[in-house]
């Protein structure tokens, strides 16, 4: 608890100056504060006294001191929120940079997925808000506290030091309460994190959801997630609730205390009626910073659950490795090289013993059953994962040795699931290299056979594609992220399975943007339909993580081996 506490004061370190006003005008507004009780019972003994000027001394003073507290509580709280404001902002950021930098088998392994990260950086965030935002109640309640306890021993010690007996107690029973709430507190963020899981999920396969009649499945999946969710919450607001009726209880025997002493007090004629109500007063006010730090102890028990989670996070420690060298892509590079690779998602070997050479401006495609390696092969280029054994190398050189930013500009992907931005076109595209002006986005468009239906819709290359690209067919999906990797020039192309989802006329119209994408680049093409890669200058066939096959197609064909089974299969469907 402690480490994230000390973490969580950190990140007020850039806001110092920021700090000490709010430090400052917590003190000021303390002080004003508690001051005011005494005055009121100055004014109760004016009034008894008929002393009409010094009544209106005080009362102006009263004014002030209000004006003071006002002033004074504007910019404190102000302050405080708005450095809150920053803190959790950077630390947005900070994860979802860290969440961009996290290995393709993180995401992959992760237990409740996108929903549940999203959950981190949302509900977790918010929880931490709200915490930093009570940092200004430690600035200004305990002092409060303590001015008004030093009114209590002006006014009558004798009296404050027997009252002060109940309070060892109290915070006995306040450190017990806040034990147990933290263990519900973490269930409840964990149970959160499932809730905007099966959201996220059920916004996200809608069609699918619709299409199986499975409405009422997810519908009873997430009320068993909330009802849950309830009970765990029911059990924190038990605990905190608890806290109220305890204190309250304990503070009304105190007043009933207080009166009956001042009674007897007044009689011997020992203290006036404006020491009472000034008594009072102070008690009465002191009830209020006592409130908040109760609430403000519990809310560092959700505050800490929830700081070690997204700290947790930013820790993790699952980020693609950068080497020591971050050595530039070579432009005069001359062949792609897997030496004895072998890959293994968990205890399941995907990739075994992989020897493979690729001549720079070779056409090289993949293929083999589903599960038998290919795009994980394909991966590994582009270091969305490392090998588990063995290397790859551009020339001499192994790709860990080169800065990642750059060897991923020199690879261009084109994937079978297409994932445009929810953005326009024109950005879709010009999305392939940022770096560069857009004014050869149409020309890529041209070339990846999309142009004709872009300048056909609304808006052309302003129109915006929907979510993930909602509001456009496959065809035309898959021919903007052609014209995106067109654009991007780069030498190395990845293309997989960039068509098996089309029909055949959308495959023809985007196979023409591909044959102009692969255009003098050394490309590795991952294929379900052998009819798309009969014109390569090699075919690996791939089975069981292994490569069992490699040539030319009609060499493979005569060979009678997998390839020409799978050849035999396709040509009677």
């Given at each position: 608890?402690?480490?994230?506490?000390?973490?969580?004061?950190?990140?007020?370190?850039?806001?110092?100056?920021?700090?000490?006003?709010?430090?400052?005008?917590?003190?000021?507004?303390?002080?004003?504060?508690?001051?005011?009780?005494?005055?009121?019972?100055?004014?109760?003994?004016?009034?008894?006294?008929?002393?009409?000027?010094?009544?209106?001394?005080?009362?102006?003073?009263?004014?002030?001191?209000?004006?003071?507290?006002?002033?004074?509580?504007?910019?404190?709280?102000?302050?405080?929120?708005?450095?809150?404001?920053?803190?959790?902002?950077?630390?947005?950021?900070?994860?979802?940079?860290?969440?961009?930098?996290?290995?393709?088998?993180?995401?992959?392994?992760?237990?409740?997925?996108?929903?549940?990260?999203?959950?981190?950086?949302?509900?977790?965030?918010?929880?931490?808000?709200?915490?930093?935002?009570?940092?200004?109640?430690?600035?200004?309640e305990p002092l409060l506290a303590v001015l008004l306890v030093g009114n209590l021993f002006y006014l009558n010690w004798r009296l404050t030091f027997a009252i002060l007996i109940v309070v060892p107690p109290i915070l006995w029973f306040l450190?017990?309460?806040?034990?147990?709430?933290?263990?519900?507190?973490?269930?409840?963020?964990?149970?959160?994190?499932?809730?905007?899981?099966?959201?996220?999920?059920?916004?996200?396969?809608?069609?699918?959801?619709?299409?199986?009649?499975?409405?009422?499945?997810?519908s009873e999946k997430l009320t068993g997630q909330t009802d849950e969710y309830l009970k765990i919450r029911s059990r924190v607001h038990s605990r905190i609730e608890v806290m109220g009726p305890v204190t309250e209880f304990v503070a009304t025997c105190l007043i009933l205390g207080i009166f009956f002493y001042f009674s007897v007090e007044i009689a011997k004629?020992?203290?006036?009626?404006?020491?009472?109500?000034?008594?009072?007063?102070?008690?009465?006010?002191i009830n209020a910073p006592i409130k908040k730090l109760q609430e403000s102890y519990v809310r560092i028990q959700e505050t800490v659950v929830a700081a070690r989670r997204v700290y947790d996070l930013l820790d993790e420690a699952s980020e693609v490795p950068v080497g020591g060298k971050n050595l530039p892509f070579p432009k005069n590079w001359s062949r792609i090289v897997y030496r004895n690779v072998s890959f293994a998602y968990g205890d399941t070997l995907t990739l075994k013993n992989i020897d493979l050479e690729i001549r720079r401006g070779e056409q090289i495609a993949l293929v083999g059953e589903s599960g038998s390696g290919k795009s994980t092969l394909v991966n590994l280029l582009g270091r969305f994962h490392d090998p588990t054994e063995g290397q790859i190398l551009i020339d001499d050189t192994s790709l860990f040795d080169f800065d990642l930013k750059d060897l991923r500009q020199h690879i261009a992907l084109v994937s079978q699931d297409v994932f445009l931005f929810s953005d326009t076109i024109q950005r879709n595209i010009h999305a392939g290299d940022f770096q560069r002006e857009g004014r050869g986005v149409s020309a890529a468009a041209r070339s990846a056979n999309a142009?004709?239906?872009?300048?056909?819709?609304p808006n052309a290359y302003e129109n915006r594609v929907g979510d993930r690209g909602?509001?456009?067919?496959?065809?035309?999906?898959?021919?903007?992220?052609?014209?995106?990797?067109?654009?991007?020039?780069?030498?190395?192309?990845?293309?997989?399975?960039?068509?098996?989802?089309?029909?055949?006329?959308?495959?023809?119209?985007?196979?023409?943007?591909?044959?102009?994408?692969?255009?003098?680049?050394?490309?590795?093409?991952?294929?379900?339909?052998?009819?798309?890669?009969?014109?390569?200058?090699?075919?690996?066939?791939?089975?069981?993580?292994?490569?069992?096959?490699?040539?030319?197609?009609?060499?493979?064909?005569d060979r009678d081996g997998h390839y020409s089974r799978f050849w035999r299969l396709q040509a009677k469907s």
């Open positions: 608890m402690n480490d994230v506490i000390r973490r969580l004061l950190q990140e007020l370190r850039p806001y110092k100056s920021q700090v000490i006003l709010v430090a400052v005008t917590g003190v000021f507004y303390s002080a004003a504060y508690s001051r005011i009780a005494l005055f009121i019972g100055q004014i109760q003994n004016s009034f008894q006294a008929n002393e009409q000027h010094h009544l209106t001394r005080t009362a102006l003073m009263i004014l002030g001191l209000a004006l003071v507290v006002g002033v004074s509580r504007y910019f404190h709280i102000y302050t405080m929120n708005m450095i809150a404001e920053r803190i959790v902002n950077n630390l947005r950021l900070r994860l979802q940079r860290k969440f961009m930098n996290l290995s393709l088998g993180f995401h992959a392994n992760y237990a409740t997925g996108s929903g549940g990260l999203m959950s981190r950086i949302l509900n977790d965030i918010k929880v931490i808000q709200d915490g930093l935002r009570m940092v200004a109640d430690f600035f200004r450190r017990r309460i806040s034990r147990s709430l933290r263990k519900y507190v973490l269930w409840g963020q964990e149970n959160q994190e499932q809730i905007t899981s099966t959201i996220k999920e059920s916004l996200d396969g809608v069609r699918t959801i619709q299409s199986f009649n499975l409405e009422n499945v997810m004629g020992n203290q006036t009626p404006g020491d009472v109500l000034a008594y009072i007063a102070s008690m009465l006010m142009h004709d239906f872009i300048s056909r819709i909602s509001l456009l067919s496959g065809g035309e999906k898959q021919r903007i992220s052609i014209a995106r990797a067109i654009f991007k020039d780069a030498p190395i192309l990845i293309l997989d399975e960039a068509t098996s989802a089309l029909d055949s006329s959308s495959e023809k119209e985007v196979q023409k943007g591909l044959d102009q994408l692969m255009k003098g680049r050394t490309s590795l093409v991952v294929a379900h339909r052998l009819s798309t890669v009969q014109n390569a200058d090699r075919i690996i066939v791939m089975r069981d993580g292994r490569i069992v096959e490699e040539g030319r197609h009609a060499d493979l064909v």
